[in-house]
């Protein structure tokens, strides 16, 4: 069998080969995801081979995605494979935070380790490697900030151009400046990240140019290597919990996934319970798993939140989001601006950084703990989804007392480090460090 493209909508399940260009089911406009043959090795042959691979310096091996290629049943040439070594990201063990949290130990996954400093890059060499592949020429996003960086990188190394449209005046400098550096043609719009999505697929489709947001199943399967990655770091034993942000919800799809076929593989015995947390202003997924229902949705019209990366209040993958929470027993919490903005600074004291929306995944978890919904005993990996230099503006006014929340209300810093402006005189200064 071939890998193919199929609609995820159980009633539908049709197929359609991997060299459309679709996003959507056309028949029922369901959401695709990449099926393809298992792999032939055994479960103990795939960790050795991806075990000796880290040895390798040939590019593929060295790529924290590809070295899975097994897991990506849609290969192309080798030829076609845009990387930039994405993957390859650590396991940081974080005592402040874990306590903070509420937990006796957790663990951090840091995306923010990737070459353009997010997860999206795991997804990001998978959907250009796609588009170069079905010779697209023009490749396009979305994005809030982080997809535009990631997508700007991995299209100049493949010789596309990218093409960027954003929200005018809700994107950080810091992502927006490697979009500009990495030559995105780069468009302001004044509407919201969703409005924009409807917009710019219509211009995809009219224009022929490859759309490579969390809709592309492409997109998806990359993703799916941070887990496959995580359990090999792991030694192929789970977790109890895995915690992530929730915005688009591609990488809560992306790692049910992976931790199914896994199951299904051998490769690992049980699937740890997902949690899923998203910003209180941006929260229409924790609001539908209160009532889930196929016709519950409602996307928030208006999404607030500083925490840039996860203010999306229309999530396209929220079918295949609340499957994956389902199949592993998960939850999904909520957290305020302000439980954001701590957890952050709690983060930055174990002297590991993460951008706003990655410190959801510690807020949330230090509210789920107090509410016993996990236990302070549990083994929490928790991923954190970019670099703490992200989003800088934010971490000089938490520290410094200026941050504010979206509704002009001040976000008082428990953890606030004001810098101290002092005369040029070493006795002074000296009786302030005593």
């Given at each position: 069998?071939?890998?193919?493209?199929?609609?995820?909508?159980?009633?539908?399940?049709?197929?359609?080969?991997?060299?459309?260009?679709?996003?959507?089911?056309?028949?029922?406009?369901?959401?695709?995801?990449?099926?393809?043959?298992?792999?032939?090795?055994?479960?103990?042959?795939?960790?050795?081979?991806?075990?000796?691979?880290?040895?390798?310096?040939?590019?593929?091996?060295?790529?924290?995605?590809?070295?899975?290629?097994?897991?990506?049943?849609?290969?192309?040439?080798?030829?076609?494979?845009?990387?930039?070594?994405?993957?390859?990201?650590?396991?940081?063990?974080?005592?402040?935070?874990?306590?903070?949290?509420?937990?006796?130990?957790?663990?951090?996954?840091?995306?923010?380790?990737?070459?353009?400093?997010?997860?999206?890059?795991?997804g990001m060499t998978c959907g250009a490697t796609q588009a170069r592949r079905l010779g697209m020429?023009?490749?396009?996003?979305?994005?809030?900030?982080?997809t535009s960086a990631s997508m700007a990188a991995y299209a100049s190394a493949g010789g596309l151009?990218?093409?960027?449209?954003?929200?005018?005046?809700?994107?950080?400098?810091?992502?927006?400046?490697?979009?500009?550096?990495?030559?995105?043609?780069?468009?302001?719009?004044?509407?919201?990240?969703?409005?924009?999505?409807?917009?710019?697929?219509?211009?995809?489709?009219?224009?022929?140019?490859?759309?490579?947001?969390?809709?592309?199943?492409?997109?998806?399967?990359?993703?799916?290597?941070?887990?496959?990655?995580?359990?090999?770091?792991?030694?192929?034993?789970?977790?109890?919990?895995?915690?992530?942000?929730?915005?688009?919800?591609?990488?809560?799809?992306?790692?049910?996934?992976?931790?199914?076929?896994?199951?299904?593989?051998?490769?690992?015995?049980?699937?740890?319970?997902?949690?899923?947390?998203?910003?209180?202003?941006?929260?229409?997924?924790?609001?539908?798993?209160?009532?889930?229902?196929?016709?519950?949705?409602?996307?928030?019209?208006?999404?607030?939140?500083?925490?840039?990366?996860?203010?999306?209040?229309?999530?396209?993958?929220?079918?295949?989001?609340?499957?994956?929470?389902?199949?592993?027993?998960?939850?999904?919490?909520?957290?305020?601006?302000?439980?954001?903005?701590?957890?952050?600074?709690?983060?930055?004291?174990?002297?590991?950084?993460?951008?706003?929306?990655?410190?959801?995944?510690?807020?949330?978890?230090?509210?789920?703990?107090?509410?016993?919904?996990?236990?302070?005993?549990?083994?929490?990996?928790?991923?954190?989804?970019?670099?703490?230099?992200?989003?800088?503006?934010?971490?000089?006014?938490?520290?410094?007392?200026?941050?504010?929340?979206?509704?002009?209300?001040?976000?008082?810093?428990?953890?606030?480090?004001?810098?101290?402006?002092?005369?040029?005189?070493?006795?002074?200064?000296?009786?302030?460090?005593?």
């Open positions: 069998m071939s890998a193919d493209l199929i609609c995820f909508e159980s009633a539908c399940r049709t197929r359609y080969p991997i060299t459309e260009v679709i996003y959507n089911c056309p028949r029922c406009g369901g959401l695709l995801e990449v099926t393809g043959p298992e792999p032939s090795e055994s479960a103990a042959g795939l960790k050795r081979i991806w075990r000796e691979r880290r040895m390798s310096n040939a590019p593929l091996d060295q790529s924290g995605v590809w070295r899975y290629r097994e897991m990506l049943p849609f290969l192309p040439d080798p030829a076609d494979v845009i990387t930039l070594r994405e993957g390859n990201t650590p396991l940081l063990d974080a005592p402040f935070a874990a306590r903070y949290g509420g937990l006796q130990r957790l663990t951090f996954k840091h995306q923010g380790f990737n070459p353009t400093g997010s997860f999206k890059d795991n020429k023009r490749v396009a996003c979305v994005s809030t900030g982080n151009q990218p093409i960027i449209f954003i929200p005018h005046g809700n994107i950080s400098y810091g992502k927006l400046a490697q979009a500009l550096e990495y030559g995105a043609k780069t468009f302001q719009v004044e509407a919201n990240f969703d409005q924009i999505l409807k917009l710019v697929r219509v211009l995809a489709e009219e224009l022929g140019i490859y759309l490579l947001n969390s809709i592309n199943p492409f997109r998806i399967e990359g993703q799916k290597t941070i887990l496959v990655e995580m359990m090999d770091q792991l030694d192929w034993n789970p977790p109890d919990w895995i915690v992530v942000p929730g915005g688009n919800l591609g990488n809560v799809s992306a790692f049910g996934k992976a931790l199914r076929e896994m199951v299904q593989l051998g490769l690992i015995s049980r699937i740890p319970r997902l949690a899923v947390i998203q910003a209180a202003g941006s929260a229409p997924f924790h609001e539908f798993m209160q009532h889930p229902s196929r016709d519950s949705f409602r996307p928030v019209e208006h999404p607030e939140t500083l925490a840039t990366a996860i203010k999306i209040g229309d999530p396209v993958s929220w079918p295949k989001a609340w499957q994956e929470v389902v199949a592993s027993s998960g939850i999904v919490e909520k957290v305020t601006e302000q439980e954001i903005a701590d957890a952050k600074a709690a983060v930055g004291l174990c002297g590991i950084g993460c951008e706003p929306a990655s410190a959801a995944t510690l807020a949330g978890i230090r509210k789920l703990t107090g509410a016993g919904a996990i236990e302070g005993t549990s083994n929490v990996v928790a991923v954190l989804t970019g670099n703490v230099l992200k989003d800088p503006d934010y971490i000089y006014k938490y520290h410094t007392g200026q941050l504010t929340g979206p509704e002009g209300t001040p976000l008082l810093g428990a953890f606030g480090n004001q810098p101290i402006v002092v005369c040029n005189d070493p006795q002074k200064i000296a009786t302030m460090l005593v």
